[in-house]
């Protein structure tokens, strides 16, 4: 087994990406990882989810595409949801207390 760069998380869990893999794999802090546990480990992935737009019409239907599929979040009062989610999860440590 070939050992790379060992590091450890800290309280939370949170690991650092070294700066030398991330320059090698251009991750920044607007990249997307994908992590993927396997067997007795994780395994963490860039992902280059825009597509390389040549010309002016390939960017405009594809932002055409993306308004048409955004989804049912997207008209979503996120204030109104913060106040919903939180009432929830009130609630729920409620009953937690109340079963203890």
């Known amino acids: 087994m070939k050992i790379g760069i060992i590091g450890k998380p800290n309280q939370k869990g949170q690991i ?3 700066k030398s893999i991330r320059e090698k794999l251009a991750i920044n802090e607007n990249t997307p990882l994908n992590m993927v546990v396997k ?3 994780f395994f963490v992935y860039p992902v280059d989810i825009q597509p390389k737009l040549r010309t002016k019409i390939e960017k405009e239907i594809y ?12 008209d979503d009062d996120w204030g109104k949801t913060r106040k919903r ?3 929830i999860e009130l609630n729920a440590s409620r009953k937690r207390r109340k079963i203890w």
Do not use: E, H
């Open 63 to 74: 932002l055409k595409i993306l308004r048409k599929n955004q989804g049912a979040w997207a």
């Open 16 to 18: 650092v990406i070294p």
């Open 39 to 41: 067997d007795n480990g």
């Open 85 to 87: 989610r939180k009432k």
